[in-house]
Nanobody, 116 residues
Framework: QVQLVESGGDSVQAGGSLRLSCAASGSIAGINAMGWYRQAPGKQRELVAGIRRGGMTNYADSVKGRFTISRDNAKNTVYLQMNSLKPEDTAVYYC??????????WGQGTQVTVSS
């Protein structure tokens, strides 16, 4: 079983930056894809950024050029650097780890609030 612990959520003004962290522990050998998702009130959860075992990344169009996903294999941690934040980025951000995107384990979520 995989456990995920997220951190880094906060309230910032538009144009600001945040870095989210997702630390994985447990049976991590089977993890092939890790992703950051977000869910705003009244909206479906969406994939924001993902990174696969081989290093391939992908991003939602809405965050391309502003967000960067990276990982530290030694710390079993995935990061989401968020720059130029907009009010529409406000959401609860969740980390997911599994064989494919959206499968496996979910973190508890961390709130990101961007004010105009």
């Amino acid at each position: 079983q995989v456990q995920l612990v997220e951190s880094g959520g906060d309230s910032v003004q538009a144009g600001g930056s945040l870095r989210l962290s997702c630390a994985a522990s447990g049976s991590i050998a089977g993890i092939n894809a890790m992703g950051w998702y977000r869910q705003a009130p009244g909206k479906q959860r969406e994939l924001v950024a993902g990174i696969r075992r081989g290093g391939m990344t992908n991003y939602a169009d809405s965050v391309k050029g502003r967000f960067t996903i990276s990982r530290d294999n030694a710390k079993n941690t995935v990061y989401l650097q968020m720059n130029s934040l907009k009010p529409e980025d406000t959401a609860v951000y969740y980390c997911n780890a599994g064989y494919i995107y959206g499968s496996g384990t979910w973190g508890q979520g961390t709130q990101v609030t961007v004010s105009s």
